[in-house]
């Protein structure tokens, strides 16, 4: 049992991953200067996402009472003759 050996062609099997390909955002934010390192990149991109679901849940929980057509229509038959001064 113990001169079992295991074979393996690839050296970092167990290592670095390897890079992905396709479009890296953060490299982008550091290539155009917005940013100067990775780590304020990613900052970055998260603050843009809490800004987003933010905004997001505001126009999601405060649309409940319709398009806002009937407090239009409540408005428009308001009688004008009481805001006239004397």
Do not use: H
């Not at 390897?18 to 953060?26: I, K, V």
């Not at 290539?31 to 990775?38: H, M, P, Q, T, Y």
């Not at 998260?46 to 408005?75: K, M, P, T």
């Amino acid at each position: 049992m113990s001169d079992m050996k295991f074979q393996s062609d690839e050296w970092d099997e167990f290592g670095r991953p390897r890079a992905r390909s396709g479009f890296d955002l953060t490299a982008w934010l550091i290539k155009s200067g917005l940013v100067s390192n990775r780590k304020s990149a990613e900052y970055l991109l998260l603050g843009i996402v809490v800004v987003a679901v933010f905004i997001g849940g505001f126009f999601f929980f405060s649309g409940g009472e319709g398009s806002g057509r009937e407090e239009l229509d409540r408005i428009k038959t308001i009688d004008q003759r009481q805001f006239e001064q004397p």
